[in-house]
């Protein structure tokens, strides 16, 4: 079908493009029917333009588009040339002050958190750091997209609405000027013509239903039979479905579906095939059929190519409107005009009506286009964007409908805009007075709850996925309503009174209908069967908090409104209790002499609800009465007289008794769901309208009652009446030895009175309860939750309630009540509590949880205990009561409060005869400690005339009445205090009696005192203080002891450590099972030590025991004994790499014999250091590969290790490991013993290496070619001359037991599996290639981390560092003896061709190309193989050397040819050492060889400056891996700190300090080689500048430079949009700090196929860039994600820290972050050491959830 289309379309193209957009303009200017025109030209060209195809070409549709259709109408518009005419539009205009700017998804935003008058005024990137708010305490949040910057908008800000770029527009802003001024008449005219047929043209066409007719007047002629399939997107079916769906409807390939369904979920359609109706047709009904299963079906529709073409345009067309506008703003202006017209059809019928009220039946991409529009014209205009908010209010009931209906997100939907608008104070202000705005939205919400019982209250269905998607829409009108109040009035008109109370009375009825919602009734006998519905309630309660707490300040704000309301609010509570008495029989309550009038209700039998808003409204507004002192002005308008306090008490107080029976256990059969109500009503979220004001509420009704009638009822309601009524109750009780749960039951519910009164009386730091201020209370708050521990900035902002605006008030106050210490490399920043607040701590603080409630306790005892005080916590001083309140303090000394007081102490003096517990008393103590704090206070601030009233003192001192002359309150105490059952309470009586006798001394010298007697018998001074004195005495001599034990244990510490110093400086881990092997062998110290060559120091052997961790057998490694093994970690590695972007084709074929200077991959090895036996490690592997099999079969879960490829857990530490390396001694010493008496020189080495590298090939020849000719064959061996002592035939015995033979093939298998990625296979040939390699490089990375953090090569090196080299390269020397002899010849040879030049060996790589200590390391450890077969007395020794001396010469020449001639300023003629002339000398050599192709001869100088500097890493590599070879100590020169150490590298490797004269010592032979190195074709390219080459020393690779600021991070994140689908902005944008390339993570669109899978843009890049491990930064989680493999992973917390220390992953709370260096160089360490993927098998071992997570998708 292609193929036919191509010609046409061109043709098509060529006549397009041939239109002339001036004549076309000149056209229409001339018509007289202008609309008639426009909609031929439309109707003509769109379908030539638009889809004419299956596929979409946005530039070429573009392009004709401007051309053909958008370019006349722009000459129309300016009459002339848009090129010139736009510009002069523009100059004329003022640019506006508002910045208006539209967020893109995940864009920064930024908050100022003292300025902004709400949270949703935000500024964008630019304007926030142009702006004053930079230096406030600000948020910064990422945005979900769709709203948009304010500055310049005077109603956000508090001050600083401008910033600088924006500050400069505002100077000439004069009175609402008419921006049409600065347009001429005719633009005018002909604008108004475009705009509005244009606009209505879209607007038609957008909303057009028919799906193969268009329009009348946009009819073709000639129709053809092209069809579109067009897929809509819903929010019901997944990705999975819809691709799975695709796949099957139109059969496409995987890909192809996932390009479609991402483009479906971006834009909100795509057309899915293209062809004749019949084709389309069959499609939709296979889509339709197979998901209309579960869920309803996808929409998808067959529409006609040319409706698709026109809907394009039109929305083409629209973002064009956009931009023109942005010219100037009286284009704006008429766009306005034009949209808000009313059309012919009256009410709804303007074109923006008619959008809004069809944006639900509209596409994604289409919504978001005309919001766009609307954003950038009716919002940016100031004078429409009232006329617009007028529209969307009248319309607001329809458009929530719709939006119910519809499924797509609220971002996507036009109701979002409500933000806009509500937010403005002056708009919302105009909507309530105008158009009632407060009764529509809760009406409207009431509208959408439909369900009631018969009471007319909400009744929630069980919460399936459907409601709770339903509750969520119904919430966002909440949230409308919160806008609506989040800014209080400063001046009220009677309009807005008027309309604030017709509000106000809507949300009453409201909360009528939650009022005693989801009642419950307690289950006796069998526990409940179906979990109540609880959710949807609290849902509702929780996001109404804020609204409620709003309403309360928008009454506070004003008298009038505030009486009026109180009486509103009173008459519905009556309503709601309209027969209180519910036809409850009514009973007579009396105690002491006292009765009352009450009905019999319990609780434990009862209906009772949690939810009673209308009357904790009520509480709230009686206490601001309180607050705004209204109550005093104006008593004679309010009904206080007409309250009535029982009624008032009555369902708060049977809430707060339902809490205490919960948690007495009582209520256990109700299940989980009362669980969660309580613990929902007592949470920060919700007590501040649910718990508080229940308090508030009993508070009211006590201060308006007789205190002991409240205490009866109180005693009825929490069914403990019979208890305290009659006397002796409690004994009968317990001697009838009644069910254990009761008596327990009781104690509890008399603990949690008492715990009520304490709350009553003690609780008054809300303001208008107690005379105290907002900030106060957030003290108190703070205070207490310090108390329990020290806590973090977030902890602390999560425990205090949150205002409307996201506020806690925590900011202000902190820096009084608590001191901020820092985080360190770990953890947070934390505030502790300043000791001289521990004073105002309360023990029964009301928002205490009981766990909180007993931590805070013993802390507080603690910190008594350490300050060496008493352990009493006596209840502090607190506020007065405010007037209102004042008469609550009575309760403490009513009679029935005495009688109860007086109960208790009562059962704990005859401790044995009754059921009481401690707590209770305590409980009883506290009251007491309060009635006297409050006389002392009463006492201390009396006037004059007044009688203090408040007589607790005298009451206690009075024993009983007559009949049983029970001892007084006074008496019991001082019996109790002696008490030794009592320990714990001591010094609390202590404290009361003292305090006593202080009130009692106040009241004898107060004047006006009432003169009453007191009886109560107080104990003797005398006695105390001797009692004290003992005491003190004790505590004296303890104290003495305590010390001197500390003392002693102290010097023992300190002795340990003197002993064991080298331990401490370890910076690793160390670990217990290595042993002290070689190194701290003693050797004379006044030799030099020297590591090999004819120098070579000689070790005694020492001998080695270790223990195996598995069967703690102790073993000694010995050749012949059995293996041991350490347990070891072998992977890629590109942290060295100088080139990421090599790739390995086919690794079945490559040959890794040669290492790159770039180091481009290498094979790393780590170790933890724990010893095993081989055969002990074997059966625990087996061991762990059985569980797997068995768990496999079981649950399909991934574990931290791959079992499938050999790993598996350290059995001690549980470090990843993949394999083991053998223990093995000096491997040098078994076969070489050293001799070096007449050994030859280099030049002589080289020339007999050559002969038996000579030999050996010709043998080899021999054997390979067809043994036809036996008789031939003897002459050619004669021919042969063998050099002397050389005997190829011979084949040397292993001097290994066979088990560490074994274990020496594993390691060498697992190297060369993991390194080359292949199959494991012992006899290839690259196997020794690859365990010399892995020695190498892992020598080179722990070299380059000295360097890095300047520790000196010998220094203290952790214990598993250094056991993991000394068995590596041991093992590597080694390894040569389980592989085949000839195939480690045939690679020395090789090797050795690339230094010393031989006919055989074509093809190899020039000097440049070679690392040349990897090259060092293969030779020598390949080198025995040929040795062992040379017997004329050349020792093994003597090759290392003459290898070494070779191979540094090499390298060299390599710095030499490679090093750069900048000249740094101190060129200095005439050499002035020998070393400079000598390398002098060299480079003229190199420069002759070349053929003068090397650089002009730069200073002696600085040459050998460039040597020296370029050699000492491969001279500090070369010295690690001959210690760990010969086992030579290392000198002590080299283990301080500090110097370069070159004189000593030197000596120790036996090179002359002076390197050149290694070339003047053997200059016969070396100048033939340099000779053969510098014709290399590959050195000439490097040095006529063809090709690059790695330059020495190689700098240190480091992780990216991050910025300082996050938000920066953020913004570049926002800007960078997904690679594969087409400028889509990606969702989680991921930055790798490797290479700093930020990825798509996370998503469809980025997935690519990694050896067979589908793998995220992460993952897969982890294998370009890190073989297999990366480092990431999820930029909008804040998160740093470590990456191993596709099965390992975990997340790391982020090196970007806020000003209170801590780390803000998810980004939730918004504070400023800025970069902690230490915390990143932790990471780049982890990297540098090659710890990524053990840090992962720790975390993953630690927290089982990350195991679940497809990091592969990622």
């Known amino acids: 079908m292609a193929s036919e289309l191509e010609p046409e379309v061109q043709a098509i193209d060529r006549s397009l493009l041939e239109c002339s957009a001036e004549e076309i303009a000149g056209k229409w200017l001339q018509a007289t029917d202008l609309t008639r025109e426009l909609y031929q030209h439309l109707a003509h060209y769109v379908p030539k333009i638009y889809c004419r195809g299956p596929n979409p070409f946005p530039q070429k549709e573009d392009m004709l588009a401007q051309h053909v259709l958008l370019g006349p109408m722009e000459w129309y518009l300016c009459g002339e040339d848009p090129a010139f ?3 002069k539009l523009e100059q004329a205009n003022k640019p506006s002050h508002l910045c208006g700017r539209v967020f893109k998804v995940g864009e920064p935003t930024y908050s100022c958190r003292d300025c902004a008058v709400d949270p949703t005024c935000v500024l964008c990137m630019e304007c926030f750091l142009g702006s004053i708010h930079r230096d406030h305490r600000y948020r910064m949040t990422t945005s979900g997209g769709g709203g948009f910057c304010d500055c310049g908008d005077t109603e956000a800000w508090k001050e600083g609405p401008y910033c600088q770029k924006h500050e400069l527009n505002t100077s000439e802003i004069e009175e609402e000027e008419d921006p049409l001024v600065h347009l001429s008449e005719d633009v005018i005219a002909r604008t108004y013509n475009i705009f509005a047929i244009m606009f209505r043209y879209a ?141 012919p059809d009256g009410e709804n019928s303007s074109l923006v009506d008619r959008l809004m009220l069809s944006d639900s039946k509209l596409w994604k991409g289409a919504r978001s286009v005309y919001h766009q529009l609307f954003m950038s014209s009716l919002l940016m205009d100031l004078k429409y964007k009232k006329l617009f908010a007028v529209r969307f209010a009248k319309n607001y009931q329809q458009l929530q409908r719709d939006f119910m209906e519809d499924d797509h997100e609220r971002a996507v939907s036009v109701t979002a805009l409500s933000v806009q608008f509500f937010t403005a104070p002056t708009l919302a202000r105009m909507l309530i007075t105008e158009e009632n705005l407060m009764s529509i939205i809760i009406k409207t919400f009431m509208d959408h709850l439909r369900h009631r019982d018969a009471q007319g209250r909400f009744q929630f269905e069980r919460y399936t996925a459907l409601q709770a998607f339903k509750f969520r829409r119904v919430q966002s009108l909440i949230l409308d309503l919160k806008y609506v109040l989040i800014s209080k009035p400063t001046e009220w008109s009677d309009e807005l009174r008027q309309k604030f109370l017709e509000g106000f009375d809507a949300f009453l009825e409201l909360l009528k209908c939650m009022q005693g919602m989801d009642p419950i009734t307690r289950q006796v006998g069998q526990h409940i069967e179906m979990e109540p519905e ?128 919960v948690h007495a256990g009582m209520w256990r059969r109700n299940g989980f769901s009362l669980v969660n109500q309580i613990y929902y009503y007592h949470n920060v979220k919700c007590r501040r309208e649910m718990f508080d004001k229940d308090v508030v509420m009993l508070q009211t009704g006590v201060s308006m009652m007789d205190p002991n009638h409240f205490l009866m009822i109180m005693l009825s309601r929490f069914e403990l009446y019979q208890i305290f009524s009659t006397p002796d109750y409690g004994k009968r009780f317990s001697s009838e030895i009644t069910h254990k749960d009761v008596v327990q039951q009781n104690n509890t519910l008399i603990e949690e009175m008492l715990y009520l009164i304490i709350m009553l009386v003690g609780e008054r730091f809300s303001p208008g309860v107690g005379q105290v201020n907002a900030t106060d209370e957030i003290k108190r708050e703070i205070i207490h939750q310090l108390s329990i521990k020290p806590m973090a900035h977030s902890e602390l902002v999560k425990s205090l309630p949150e205002d409307e605006n996201k506020e806690t008030g925590m900011e202000s106050v902190i820096e009084a009540v608590a001191h901020f210490k820092k985080p360190g490399l770990t953890g947070r920043g934390m505030y502790e509590l300043k000791p001289e607040c521990a004073k105002e701590f309360n023990l029964y603080f009301y928002h205490f949880s009981r766990a909180e409630q007993s931590k805070a306790e013993e802390a507080q005892r603690k910190l008594k205990r350490q300050n060496r005080e008493d352990t009493a916590l006596p209840p502090p001083v607190l506020p007065p009561f405010c007037p209102l309140f004042a008469s609550l303090v009575n309760i403490l000394q009513s009679d029935v409060m005495l009688c109860i007081m007086g109960t208790i102490l009562q059962w704990a003096v005859e401790h044995n005869g009754y059921a009481w517990s401690e707590s209770m008393l305590q409980r009883v103590l506290h009251l007491i400690g309060m009635a006297l704090q409050e006389e002392k206070q009463h006492l201390e601030n009396v006037t004059e005339e007044h009688v203090v009233t408040f007589t607790f003192t005298q009451k206690i001192s009075k024993p009983g009445e007559a009949p049983k002359n029970s001892p007084s309150i006074l008496a019991m105490l001082e019996t109790l205090q002696n008490a030794p059952y009592l320990e714990v309470h001591k010094d609390m009586i202590r404290w009361i009696l003292k305090t006593f006798n202080a009130v009692k001394k106040m009241r004898e010298s107060s004047p006006t005192s009432p003169v009453a007697e007191t009886e109560g018998t107080i104990m003797e001074e005398t ?104 347990a070891a970690f072998v992977q890629r590695s590109t942290v060295l790499s100088k080139n990421r972007s090599k790739f390995i084709q086919d690794p079945e074929k490559y040959d890794p014999l040669f290492m790159h200077p770039d180091l481009s991959c290498g094979t790393h090895t780590s170790s933890c250091g724990h010893i095993m036996h081989a055969h002990c490690w074997q059966r625990y592997f087996d061991s762990v590969q059985a569980k797997e099999q068995r768990r496999q079969q079981r649950l399909r879960l991934h574990t931290s290790y791959d079992v499938e490829n050999g790993e598996f857990l350290c059995p001690l530490c549980e470090c990843l490991s993949n394999t083991v390396i053998p223990l093995l001694l000096p491997p040098r010493n078994i076969f070489n013993k050293l001799n070096f008496s007449d050994q030859p020189n280099l030049t002589q080495w080289i020339r007999t290496i050559s002969q038996q590298i000579k030999a050996l090939q010709f043998l080899r020849k021999e054997e390979s070619t067809p043994n036809n000719a036996s008789t031939k064959n003897s002459e050619n061996v004669d021919e042969l001359q063998l050099p002397e002592g050389f005997r190829p035939d011979f084949r040397p015995k292993n001097p290994y037991s066979e088990s560490i033979k074994e274990m020496l093939t594993t390691f060498g298998t697992a190297t060369y599996k993991v390194g080359l990625k292949v199959h494991p296979n012992e006899e290839d040939p690259r196997v020794p290639i690859m365990c010399w390699g892995s020695c190498a490089y892992t020598i080179q990375s722990i070299e380059r981390i000295l360097s890095d953090e300047d520790k000196p090569l010998f220094g203290p090196l952790p214990c598993r560092l250094d056991d993991c080299l000394r068995s590596l ?85 390599q710095i030499l040819l490679t090093s750069c001639t900048e000249e740094n300023g101190m060129d200095q003629e005439n050499p002035t050492c020998e070393e400079e002339s000598a390398v002098l000398a060299l480079y003229k050599t190199l420069h002759r060889y070349t053929g003068s192709a090397l650089k002009e001869i730069p200073s002696g100088w600085h040459l050998w400056r460039s040597v020296r500097a370029g050699i000492m890493p491969f001279l500090k590599c070369s010295a690690l891996f001959f210690h760990y070879l010969n086992g030579v100590p290392s000198p002590p020169d080299i283990q301080v700190p500090g110097t370069s150490h070159f004189e000593h590298l030197c000596n120790y490797l036996s090179l002359p300090n002076n390197l050149i004269c290694l070339f003047q ?12 190195w510098c014709r290399n074709s590959e050195v000439k390219r490097y040095l006529e500048g063809e090709r690059d080459a790695i330059r020495y020393p190689r700098e240190s690779n480091k992780l990216i430079n991050l910025p300082e600021d996050y938000s920066s991070l953020i913004n570049q994140a926002s800007n960078f949009s997904c690679p594969k689908s087409g400028g889509d902005k990606s969702r989680a944008p991921t930055l790798c700090l490797v290479c700093g390339s930020l990825l798509c993570s996370q998503s469809y669109c980025c997935q690519t196929e990694l050896e067979g899978e589908d793998v995220g843009a992460c993952t897969a890049h982890t294998y370009s860039c890190g073989s297999g491990v990366g480092i990431f930064l999820r930029v909008r989680e804040c998160q740093v994600l470590f990456l191993a493999g596709k099965t390992k992973g975990c997340f790391y917390s982020p090196p970007y820290l806020d000003d209170y220390g801590e780390t803000d992953q998810g980004l939730r709370r918004g504070n400023p972050l800025h970069l902690c260096k230490e915390r990143f160089k932790k990471i780049q360490k982890l990297w540098h050491q090659h710890s990524v993927t053990e840090e992962i098998g720790h975390a993953q071992e630690a927290n089982q959830t990350l195991v679940g997570i497809d990091w592969q998708h990622l």
């Open 1369 to 1453: 390269t041991r093992f590597a020397a080694a390894h040569w003896t389980v592989a085949s002899v000839s195939v480690v010849q045939g690679h020395f040879c090789k090797l050795f061709a690339s230094l010393v030049p031989n006919d055989s060996h074509e093809e190899l790589p020039c000097i440049l190309d070679i690392d040349m200590f990897h090259l060092l390391v293969a030779l020598v450890l390949a080198f025995p193989a040929l040795q062992c077969q040379d017997f004329s007395g050349i020792s093994l020794g003597t090759g290392d050397l003459h290898i070494f001396h070779l191979v540094t010469m090499a390298h060299i020449i």
């Open 203 to 343: 607007v038609e066409i957008l909303i057009w239903e028919k799906e193969s007719e268009l329009p009348e007047d946009l009819e073709m002629v000639e129709k053809s039979d092209t069809y579109y399939c067009m897929l809509f997107n819903d929010e019901v079916h997944t990705y999975e479905q819809v691709i799975y769906t695709l796949q099957k409807a139109v059969n496409c390939t995987q890909k192809e579906a996932i390009g479609f369904a991402t483009t479906v979920d971006r834009d909100g359609r795509r057309s899915v095939r293209y062809g004749d109706f019949q084709y389309c047709e069959q499609a939709k009904s296979v889509i339709v059929r197979n998901t209309s299963r579960q869920t309803k079906p996808l929409k998808v529709q067959v529409m006609h190519s040319s409706i698709v073409a026109h809907q394009n345009f039109g929305l083409k067309l629209l973002s064009w409107l956009g931009s023109i506008i942005g010219y100037s703003d009286g284009l704006r202006r008429i766009l306005c005009q034009v949209g808000l017209q009313e059309g």
């Open 85 to 87: 005419g736009f510009p």
């Open 1561 to 1572: 010592e053997n200059s016969e032979i070396m100048n033939s080689l340099i000779e053969s």
């Open 534 to 661: 609880w959710e949807a309630a609290f849902t509702l309660q929780m996001k109404l908090t804020h609204v409620i707490s709003m309403m309360q300040d928008w009454c506070a704000s004003d008298e009038k409104v505030l009486i009026e309301a109180y009486k509103k609010c009173l008459a519905v509570l009556m309503q709601c209790h309209g027969g209180y008495t519910d036809g409850e029989q009514p009973i007579t309550l009396s105690i002491c002499g006292h009765s009352v009038e009450t009905i019999r209700y319990c609780v434990s039998q009862e209906k009772v609800s949690i939810h009673l808003p209308v009357s904790r409204l009520l509480a709230g507004l009686h206490v601001l009465l309180s607050k705004s002192e209204v109550a005093y002005k104006f008593p004679e308008l309010l009904p206080l007289s007409e309250l009535s306090p029982p009624m008032l008490i009555e369902h708060p107080l049977r809430c707060l008794v339902l809490c205490a029976q």
């Open 1023 to 1126: 006695s105390r203080d001797k009692d004290k004195a003992e005491r003190k005495r004790k505590a004296e001599i303890a104290r003495l002891r305590r010390e001197k034990i500390m003392a002693q244990m102290s010097e023992m510490q300190r002795h340990f450590i003197d002993e064991n110093k080298e331990l401490f400086q370890q910076t690793l881990e160390l670990d217990a099972s290595t042993s002290a092997v070689l190194d701290n062998s003693p050797v004379a110290s006044d030799m030099t030590l020297t590591a090999l060559g004819p120098a070579q120091t000689q070790v005694p052997e020492q001998r080695q025991f270790v223990t195996c961790i598995l069967c703690q057998e102790e073993q000694e490694v010995k050749v012949e004994s059995r293996a041991m093994v350490l």
